[in-house]
């Protein structure tokens, strides 16, 4: 009866598997179940024949911070071919994006002439900031000269005017005190005599010429620049080169898939294969999963160690449950425990299992009970 129970199980799946295999003969491409790696949609498949060789290409434009690990593909079945993995091949593209750019120089200027500061310019300068780089021009027409700051100093105006008068007498009163000049009222600062011809026959000076000078000096401020600074504008165009994206060309050489000549073409020899060692790792499963259900574990209780040791683990048939007990001769203790899974002592509720003992039949009603594991005693 468990024979039949395992067959009617496995068929159905083996049917399931042979299905599955048949309908991926085709498929082009490769499927991913889920857990596997992203799937990425080439920009190019090319299936070429090199020395008589069929070889895929598939062709990948990816960010540069890309990893083309993630490119390589399991091998795979596409065209009655089975393709695997080869070579991948790498190529750089680049991008160059301008701009306007402007930078301003100051200097120290010896005066405020332009014609003095303009050949301390360069014609033209390296620009490079923010990764973009080129060559300035100098915009003469932005060439400005500014006083770095201002002094105060003081001028002095000298003002002279020499008069001369003739004079009856030598007095310095008949002489004025102050003329007008240069719109200035200068006072007398000098003054000297000189004779004239003497009256006749006499020591008397007929007339004086006098000599009065007159002066005065007057001060103004002005302002003076202490130093200058000459600014000038280069203007013109930078550009920047970076990674724009990356090329990966993934080779993937083919070999001709062989076709079972008594089977449907679309189902190949590999998938043949794959079903089968599928169907028996999943037979090999079953049947361990039954027995370990089927399996019930044999307690004695150990004192030195205050634990429950295992001494037996015994297989149980459904149809006749049996616990052998006299194959444990060699043990001191009288009393054991035995552990029935879950799913074993659910099939066995109602029913009596015998249990040898080497002596003395006994017998075990397996009981209703709630929790994972079903235990009951004997003593012998």
Known sequence: MQKKRIRWLILPLLAALLVGAAGAADETEQVLLA????????VAVEPIEINGIPTLTKTYEMP????PAA????PFSQGGYWYRYDRMDKSIQYKTDTKDAEDMVTIDAPSADLATVIDRFPVTKTYAKDGFIGDLTLDLQSIKVEATGYKTVTDSHPHSV??????????RSLVPEAVQADGLSLPRTGLTWTEAANVSDSDVPNSWTATAVYSKTTYTSRQVATGYQARA???GQIAKTSVDHVTYTVTYVGSKIPVMPFLDPDVTLSQIVIVCAAGVLLLVFLIVRYILWHTARV???NEERRIHDVVSRQFVRVRTPKIRLSALQGHAETEYTVILRRKLAKRLVGRDIAIETGGEAQHHVVESFVGSDYAFGVRI
């Open 35 to 42: 857990g596997d790696h992203a799937v990425y949609t080439p």
């Open 64 to 67: 540069p911070d890309f990893d």
């Open 71 to 74: 490119l390589k593909e399991e």
């Open 162 to 171: 020499t008069k001369s008068y003739t004079l009856p007498y030598n007095d």
């Open 233 to 235: 504008v280069y203007r």
């Open 299 to 301: 307690y004695v209780y």
